[in-house]
């Protein structure tokens, strides 16, 4: 199958499903008021509650939700071949992944801006909000910590990215300023920022930054302490000095990144190396529903419901951004995920280099992919789609260096937005925790953001210097995720039932996300416990155990509805 055509197809269908079921949804479904007042207007506060142009909106909702997900997912997914990962992709995302995100942010909208989890308590019962809080909370520690070893994992495999990545910071900063106080046009100047960062770039092609040991701590060690001081400071600073500016200029780097590929694909237009299905892939688990947790961001990933309640439902000027915002930027995620298993499963047969030899076409995807262990490491799946990704890119005639580095800055700033919008989320969890017992003093935005980064720091050095402790969670994390997914759509559905709306359009892909979810942590309990890992084991229970009853409180309540 040549890659061009996936990628031709793929664009028409996203296209289609905007202006289609995304416009029913809008219109029949959740029923979007352009008239009414948001709480970016009835609540502002001028440091999260701002109301913002969709555009620069849709740049800080998209980076936060995208991050490395729709990278590392598709990355290791395509060891099963193309074919069941962009099926999964293309179907998860239209029918499930942005019916979640847009009907996650249309609750916030309607509720003051609260996250979904504070929502559920007035939705379904306070049992459930507590159940839902904790949940959350498990979630975005991992997140927290486990993206801080991404990045530094970035900086260390790409040392060239450190330099354009750090140096982000205060072009951002300065676009903030000249956008919100000198009243510049934010595409004008988004574009010279824009600009200014692909120069460090260039930078940072010929300066790689590589940092030494320091006593018992390596050098992701230290990188992961550094960007836990920077989640800190910028998650409690204004989202006009640096979260949405920032956001901004990733957004457009977004836009050129995918020109490029997309250009690269259209230039090399590389044949499908990776096989359409590979069921018996050495080590691998079964496709199903293993699948359903690998591929998370993409298709469906819980952590948007926390974005688009928690942080772009409080900057939303209009009802109406709502879709192209909540549907359309998960739509243009999936399209990123479609891109990523071309570049792993054809633009990796341009030429994979391992152990000094050259290996290109099937040869090169079966050195990458040679089985499930090889496949799955964090360092594989970045430098899979790196190096496909720049194979492509290279095709345009651009010297490979810079393009290597473009690539790692590209996966190193999507984590980064991620880390300091998970590290806020947290935040605001934090808060409404405290003040639902009666602790308003930790509630407060510095305490709250303290223990949000001491607790993901205690975790990520649970293993010691090399602060990759919260790698020994990752067997959880997919499973977590895509279960939060599940009952943020059992909280719409609940929601939607409610308003007496028809609710099968999020009650299929919610009994679809928990019946997956339940099924795959069941099957990672029973791996746990055979290898006795006891802490996975325990987590995992307890989180089986919250997912049950908080089902069982929403079933009861969508019954009793049924039967008015």
């Known amino acids: 199958m040549n890659s061009l055509i996936l990628a031709a197809l793929a664009a028409v269908l996203y296209i289609v499903a905007y202006h289609t079921y995304g416009r029913f949804l809008a219109r029949k479904i959740f029923k979007v008021d352009p008239n009414a007042k948001c709480p970016s207007e009835t609540h502002h506060d001028g440091i999260d509650f701002v109301a913002t142009d969709k555009t620069v909106l849709f740049g800080h909702h998209f980076t ?24 999964w992709i293309l179907v998860g995302s239209i029918l499930m992944g942005a019916v979640h995100d847009f009907g996650s942010m249309m609750i916030s909208l309607r509720h003051e801006g609260r996250t979904i989890g504070d929502i559920a308590g007035d939705i379904v019962n306070p049992r459930v909000k507590s159940l839902f809080m904790l949940i959350i909370f498990f979630a975005l520690w991992l997140v927290v910590a486990i993206f801080g070893v991404v990045i ?3 900086f260390s495999i790409f040392p060239e990215s450190v ?32 600009v200014l960062m692909y120069a460090t770039i260039m930078l940072g092609a010929y300066l790689p930054v590589k940092l030494p040991e320091l006593g018992f701590l390596s050098d992701v060690g230290i990188w992961v302490i550094l960007l836990l001081i920077y989640a800190y400071v910028a998650s409690t600073l204004p989202v006009t000095v640096l979260l949405q500016p920032r956001d901004y200029i990733n957004a457009f780097q977004l836009c050129i990144a995918m020109a490029l590929l997309l250009l690269g694909i259209v230039v090399t237009h590389p044949p499908m190396v990776a096989p359409v299905a590979n069921l018996g892939a050495e080590g691998a688990p079964n496709l199903i529903p293993i699948l359903f947790i690998t591929v998370a961001c993409g298709a469906i990933s819980g952590f948007h419901c926390l974005v688009s309640s928690g942080t772009s439902s409080k900057q939303c000027d209009l009802e109406t951004s709502a879709q192209p915002i909540g549907y359309g930027g998960m739509l243009l995620e999936g399209m990123l995920a479609v891109i990523v298993i071309i570049a792993c499963g054809a633009g990796i047969g341009l030429g994979l280099e391992k152990d000094g030899t050259l290996y290109t076409g099937v040869e090169a995807f079966n ?55 998970a590290t806020r989320l947290q935040r605001y969890i934090v808060s409404e925790i405290a003040n639902s017992c009666n602790v308003p003093a930790l509630g407060k935005k510095h305490p709250a953001t303290f223990i949000a980064v001491s607790t993901a720091l205690l975790l990520a050095f649970s293993s010691g210097g090399d602060g990759k402790g919260a790698l020994a969670l990752w067997p959880l994390f997919g499973a977590v995720n895509q279960l939060l997914g599940g009952l943020a759509l059992l909280v719409i559905t609940v929601w939607l039932a409610k308003k007496k709306v028809p609710v099968i359009f999020t009650a299929i892909p919610m009994v679809f996300m928990i019946a997956m979810t339940a099924w795959a942590m069941k099957i990672n309990l029973v791996d746990f416990h055979a290898n006795a890992q006891w802490l996975l084991f325990g987590i995992g229970a307890i989180i089986s155990l919250l997912q049950a009853w908080m089902v069982a409180e929403g079933i009861i309540v969508l019954v009793r509805l049924k039967l008015k």
Request: aromatic letters at 10%; charged letters at 5%.
């Open 152 to 154: 530094a994992a970035v």
């Open 163 to 194: 330099i354009p990545v750090w140096l982000q910071l205060p072009i951002a900063i300065w676009l903030g300023f000249m956008v919100y106080k000198k009243g510049k046009s934010h595409i004008t100047f988004g574009i010279i920022a824009t």
């Open 367 to 421: 050195q990458q992919y040679a089985s499930w262990a090889t496949a799955k490491g964090l360092g594989a799946k970045i430098a899979a789609f790196v190096t496909g990704a720049a194979n492509m890119v290279s095709g345009l005639g651009l010297p490979k260096e810079v393009v290597l580095t473009l690539m790692g800055v590209f996966v190193a700033s999507f984590a980064a937005t991620t880390l300091d919008t």
């Open 64 to 87: 936060s939700i995208a991050g490395t997900g729709p990278i590392v997912g598709p990355a290791i997914a395509i060891i099963w071949g193309w074919a069941p990962a962009l099926v």
